[in-house]
């Protein structure tokens, strides 16, 4: 599915493995669309990935697009359950 008129997406609320964070960071860096945040908040494991800093990278009218957890949760287990 394509998008480019999307400006906002929150995520917050979807629980997501770290592994993410590497095609997260490679559908951004692909699109050329209007996307102004992308809001993963609630992802506490995506903060422990490699790529979780660099998609602080991504920018729309000097702000960052993407909203991520800077610490990991200390007793959250991942849940994988669908």
């Keep these: 599915m394509y998008s480019p008129n999307i400006a906002y997406i929150n995520a917050g ?3 997501m493995p770290p592994e993410s964070s590497e095609v997260i960071y490679g559908v951004l860096k692909q ?5 102004e945040t992308l809001d993963l ?3 506490t494991q995506l903060c422990q990935s490699n790529y979780a800093s660099r998609l602080t990278e991504f920018r729309q009218h000097g702000r960052p697009i993407v909203i991520i957890p800077l610490l990991p949760a200390s007793s959250t287990p ?5």
């Design 13 to 15: 609320g979807n629980l």
């Design 31 to 35: 699109s050329q669309g209007k996307l």
């Design 41 to 43: 908040g609630g992802n």
């Design 78 to 82: 991942y849940d994988d359950d669908p």
